[in-house]
């Protein structure tokens, strides 16, 4: 599967963006995805996961509150939505799927995840 991921940009702080995550080459409907983050100089992190159905969300403590991760399984596309960014959201994000399929374990770590999108540069300026 191909996962390209958009809507990244430079925003100020307490703006909003939503990305988008948009698969080609199979079906993503079976399995969990996630957006995850990488900042300059530091390790991927986790931002935030959807079950297969949609059913089911866990976030970062870092964007909870403030991001809302959605999908519509139709058009093979995860979103999310972050508001009230910060500086400290810089980052280039990164959207995965799951290994597994048609579970509602949530994973939050990255060797959990099979297929990666390219990334999306978000640049929140202070």
């Known amino acids: 599967v191909q996962l390209q991921a958009s809507g990244g940009g430079l925003v100020r702080t307490r703006g909003s963006l939503r990305l988008s995550c948009a698969a080609s080459?199979?079906?993503?409907?079976?399995?969990?995805m996630a957006w995850f983050r990488q900042a300059p100089g530091r390790e991927r992190e986790f931002v935030a996961v959807?079950?297969?159905?949609?059913?089911?969300?866990e976030y970062a403590d870092s964007v909870q509150g403030r991001s809302t991760i959605s999908r519509d399984n139709a058009k093979n596309t995860v979103y999310l939505q972050m508001n009230s960014l910060k500086p400290e959201d810089t980052a280039v994000y990164y959207c995965?799927?799951?290994?597994?399929?048609?579970?509602?374990?949530?994973?939050?770590?990255?060797?959990?995840?099979?297929?990666w999108g390219q990334g999306t540069l978000v640049t929140v300026s202070s």
């Open positions: 959807i079950s297969w159905n949609g059913g089911s969300t």
């Open positions: 080459g199979r079906t993503v409907s079976s399995r969990a």
């Open positions: 995965a799927t799951s290994r597994y399929t048609y579970t509602h374990t949530l994973r939050h770590y990255p060797e959990a995840y099979a297929d």
